[in-house]
């Protein structure tokens, strides 16, 4: 059974203080690997897709990485706007657009 | 440009009424899902579309129903609305699901007693 694991369930940082996000995956054939920010009362925000082991993409203040097992979301001197949950996403091999959902990291970061 | 639309915001139901949760796309996306979001349980697909015409179950399909008529519409029935259904309801779509770039609604909140 496909299952998305992350951690922790939340985070609280001090602005400039850097720390990573974990999203532990199992999925037959991975298709994807999706990291989505959700603000209180929205809905979630698209940030990043990861196809293959050691592929990297970066926006800003964040970065995400991937293993043949896990994700890693690391945030480097946050903000308080970075303030949010972070969702992470997987899609198996089969085309449809179905995205497993981890149950989200809670960040917030004090000025 | 308005994106993801969705109608009702919120809305309250007694047990055993019936709804539909609207959901509108003007971005000509082809992949369009549902999903229902809880404390502690994040986010759990419903029905999900890849086409008009075209729609199939996710994760936790029972006691609701779907239909894509138009790449447009996704519209979401609760057939006869149960407590266990209270939930914040979020419609998304995708020009390409495997992209994994889905744009998501603001969502419904239901509360049903």
């Known amino acids: 059974e496909d299952q998305v694991t992350q951690s922790p369930e939340a985070l609280r940082l001090q602005e400039g203080e850097s720390s990573s996000l974990n999203c532990s995956y199992t999925v037959s054939g991975l298709r994807g690997l999706f990291w989505y920010r959700q603000d209180p009362g929205k809905g979630p925000e698209f940030l990043f897709t990861?196809?293959?082991a050691g592929e990297e993409k970066e926006k800003e203040r964040l970065k995400a990485t991937l293993t043949k097992k896990e994700s890693f979301l690391h945030i480097t001197a946050p903000k308080p706007e970075d303030s949010a949950t972070y969702l992470c996403a997987v899609q198996g091999p089969s085309n449809t657009g179905k995205l497993i959902f981890g149950q989200g990291t809670t960040l917030q970061v004090k000025p | 440009n308005a994106g993801v639309t969705q109608t009702p915001k919120f809305q309250v139901l007694k047990t055993g009424q019936s709804m539909t949760l609207q959901c509108a796309q003007d971005?000509?996306?082809?992949?369009m899902s549902w999903y229902r979001q809880d404390p502690g349980m994040g986010l759990r697909l419903i029905h999900y579309s890849v086409g008009a015409g075209i729609t199939d179950q996710g994760e936790v399909p029972n006691g609701y129903n779907v239909s894509r008529s138009t790449t447009e519409d996704f519209p979401l029935r609760l057939l006869s609305a149960a407590p266990s259904q209270t939930s914040v309801y979020f419609c998304a779509s995708s020009y390409r699901g495997a992209s994994g770039d889905y744009t998501f609604g603001s969502g419904t909140r239901l509360t049903v007693v």
């Open positions: 971005m000509n996306h082809e992949y």
């Open positions: 990861l196809y293959s």
